[in-house]
């Protein structure tokens, strides 16, 4: 026995909320495809992001810490997987569609740099005169354009909703561009889960990380007020802080955390009485969000982790050598094309030379640009 892809759109109908998704009513795709016997349109999509180049190279890709710090920190791999998990607990508590807050998920930081955030900056000063780079706008472009898998079509040819729900990706740090994507309407609350998934995961994983790599310590918590719930709620007596002690503090944030998206959350869908997924995307605010409270306590830990985390020498001496180390590339591949591989130089027609050259090294791994920077610089290198 199975289920027919009609009998999974049924079972959707029973069990969403009015307001949830449901993949019978996709808009569809760019290219008509025959669909699967046994998955949904989302399902499809989600499986074919999986199975993307561009997805496996995030387990190279630094989050905060680079990958030779250690086999133990989040890379931009485990970073999606966290974000996809905490995804759908949302979602299912809320009576959204998992399957589409797991596509949205699992592709949203796909168009990420190497080094993180510090190659997305260096890639968007270098591009500023040939429209900029965006890491939302990336993730897209290799759902649409870069990944070749298909005979018919360029990209995964994903569902209208799908790419709607990664180009309105938006965190505090992530503002969208949605203007072929609706832009008057706000992001489904699928979408909308994605994102809040996405900020807590990083939230919660970077203390971790921070804690575990020494750069910050339990006394540098003390006074902030998440820190001081947390350590209370599980009994720490301030002394002796060991593995263990970290995990549950990270697990309980985690938990409260998301049992206040979903109350609060719910609560703001009754009050707010929508029916439909359109009558939710036409509101003038985002539904999902924390209460006033911990939104605040929240700001507080993330104010606390930019300066002691993000901002510790350690860290900011990685950004400024991969800062360099883009810049150095760019400018080679620039000044002598005939050094970019055979399959990439092939791009230059259609979309000229910088835009070639960005998405060649947005889709280096951290390792593979530091090879490629040795090759090119190191006269002892080989190349």
């Known amino acids: 026995m199975y289920y027919t892809r009609k009998q999974l759109e049924d079972f959707e109908d029973q069990t969403l909320a009015p307001y949830g998704m449901r993949s019978k009513n996709t808009k569809g795709r760019a290219y008509p495809e025959d669909e699967p016997l046994y998955r949904t349109v989302f399902q499809r999509d989600r499986d074919r992001i999986l199975h993307t180049t561009a997805f496996r190279r995030l387990e190279y890709k630094t989050q905060v810490f680079i990958t030779d710090e250690g086999d133990y920190y989040r890379t931009r791999l485990t ?70 898998r298909y005979p018919n079509f360029n990209g995964l040819n994903l569902t209208w909703e799908v790419r709607e729900g990664i180009v309105k990706h938006e965190t505090e740090y992530d503002i969208s561009d949605a203007s072929d994507y609706d832009p008057e309407l706000r992001g489904s609350l699928e979408a909308q889960i994605a994102n809040v998934a996405d900020e807590m995961a990083y939230t919660a994983h970077d203390l971790d990380d ?115 180390l883009i810049t150095d590339l760019f400018h080679a591949y620039r000044d002598e094309t005939s050094i970019l591989p055979h399959h990439i130089q092939a791009w230059i027609k259609k979309q000229g030379v910088e835009r070639t050259i960005c998405d060649y090294i947005a889709g280096m791994t951290d390792r593979y640009a530091v090879e490629e920077h040795s090759k090119l610089f190191d006269p002892t290198v080989k190349p």
Request: glycine share 8%.
């Open 79 to 148: 970073h999606t997987l966290e974000v996809a998990q905490l995804g759908r607990t949302i979602a299912r508590a809320l009576g959204a569609n998992e399957d589409i807050v797991e596509a949205i998920c699992l592709a949203h930081d796909l168009g990420h740099s190497p080094f993180g955030h510090s190659g997305e900056v260096a890639l968007n000063r270098l591009m500023k005169d040939w429209g900029g780079f965006d890491h939302n706008k990336q993730s897209l472009r290799i759902v649409t354009k870069l990944e070749h």
């Open 210 to 324: 921070g804690l575990r790599s020494g750069m910050i310590s339990p006394n540098q918590l003390e006074g902030i007020t998440l820190w001081e719930i947390l350590v209370k709620s599980i009994g720490w007596d301030g002394i002796h802080f060991d593995e263990l002690t970290r995990h549950r503090i990270i697990r309980r944030l985690i938990g409260i955390e998301v049992d206040d998206i979903v109350k609060t959350t719910g609560q703001k869908l009754r009050e707010s009485s929508v029916r439909s997924v359109l009558e939710l995307q036409q509101l003038p605010y985002n539904l999902i969000g924390f209460n006033e409270d911990m939104h605040n306590r929240n700001r507080e830990l993330k104010d606390f982790l930019y300066k002691n985390l993000y901002r510790h020498p350690r860290v900011v001496r990685m950004q400024v050598k991969a800062e360099r």
